[in-house]
């Protein structure tokens, strides 16, 4: 049993012990494990419900179970565009995990990290009080950021769940839109009739969790559309959800319908070349493209861009040369 404490401040005077723990960015994964362990939560020495409410001055005390199934290092690539003493920016490829789950013990970005930074005396991949700070689907590329030290980990979790950073997302969607820009409010919660897929309910549901995605046109290819996306929420699939829900899936995304022809002509020739598309790019067309925080240390706004990967910039070529007229099915 390894023991953590905080004390509650002021300016978290009447959050839950949820949203306290998860302002420090501790993990989902962590947060059930310590609701299912005898005395995983304690405030003032008793035992507290992750949903009770925090007041200032609370001694809040945490209890990580020890786990034999611990995150061995793996040699795994690391594509780090920016690292000092307290942060790493990486730049996840598409398709691979991001930490470890079933059927994913090795090879996932946390394994790659725990290698990269093997000979760091006081980084444990292990240890929620260091190690990623937010998360991209296996399968979406782009930009993430590793705290290296707990304080590190303390001030950007803060910021991610008061939603001062900023990331911003490049997709390639189904449909054209009428507008230029605009926004998704919805409720996201697991699909009843499908657990690996999320589901979109209306905001004054009571089902879920609330989630907000701005959008703005890039580019328009007639069948298919370019847009950029903001993030106001951070929920599970937000954007390959939010953008089902308005007739929109992301393009070649299987799990929301986005690997089907939706738009466009009947003619043999435009099969061929939708197909040519899911070829190059099989994987939901989404990019992690920016992404900004305030250091931790500095107090100074740091601001990172992400290339596209070659999948998702051939299929971009592609579209563009469709619309020109100058495909090459």
């Not at 803060?158 to 001062?164: A, E, I, R, V």
């Not at 995605?213 to 370019?226: A, D, M, N, P, S």
């Not at 319908?257 to 939901?284: D, H, T, W």
Request: charged share 25%.
């Amino acid at each position: 049993m390894r023991t953590i404490g905080y004390t509650v401040g002021a300016e978290d005077q009447g959050r839950t012990v949820e949203q306290f723990l998860k302002a420090r960015g501790v993990s989902r994964r962590v947060i059930i494990a310590l609701k299912k362990t005898p005395d995983g939560l304690l405030r003032n020495g008793a035992h507290v419900r992750t949903i009770d409410p925090l007041a200032a001055g609370d001694a809040l005390e945490i209890n990580l179970p020890q786990t034999s199934k611990r995150m061995p290092p793996c040699p795994v690539p690391v594509p780090v565009l920016y690292e000092d003493e307290d942060v790493l920016v990486v730049n996840k490829p598409a398709g691979m995990v991001v930490h470890p789950g079933a059927g994913n013990f090795t090879g996932t970005l946390i394994n790659a990290i725990a290698w990269y930074l093997r000979d760091m005396k006081n980084f444990d991949a292990n240890d929620p009080e260091v190690g990623l700070v937010h998360r991209i689907d296996k399968d979406t590329s782009g930009l993430l950021v590793v705290a290296k030290t707990p304080e590190a980990k303390a001030s950007l979790g803060k910021q991610f769940f008061n939603k001062t950073t900023h990331r911003s997302y490049n997709a390639l969607v189904w449909g054209n839109f009428t507008e230029e820009e605009g926004r998704i409010e919805g409720n996201i919660a697991r699909d009843p009739r499908n657990r690996l897929r999320m589901k979109v309910f209306p905001p004054d549901s009571g089902i879920g969790k609330c989630a907000v995605t701005h959008y703005r046109v890039l580019e328009r290819y007639g069948y298919t559309t370019l847009v950029e996306c903001v993030l106001e929420t951070g929920r599970t699939h937000q954007i390959r959800a939010h953008m089902k829900s308005i007739g929109h899936p992301l393009f070649a995304d299987d799990t929301y319908g986005g690997m089907e022809i939706l738009r466009g002509q009947r003619s043999s020739a435009y099969k061929a070349f939708v197909e040519n598309c899911f070829k190059i790019c099989p994987r939901q067309a989404l990019h992690a493209r920016t992404l900004g925080f305030v250091h931790p240390r500095t107090g100074k706004q740091m601001d990172f861009t992400s290339e596209w990967p070659d999948d998702f910039r051939q299929l971009i070529e592609k579209w563009r040369n469709y619309i020109h007229g100058n495909a090459n099915f």
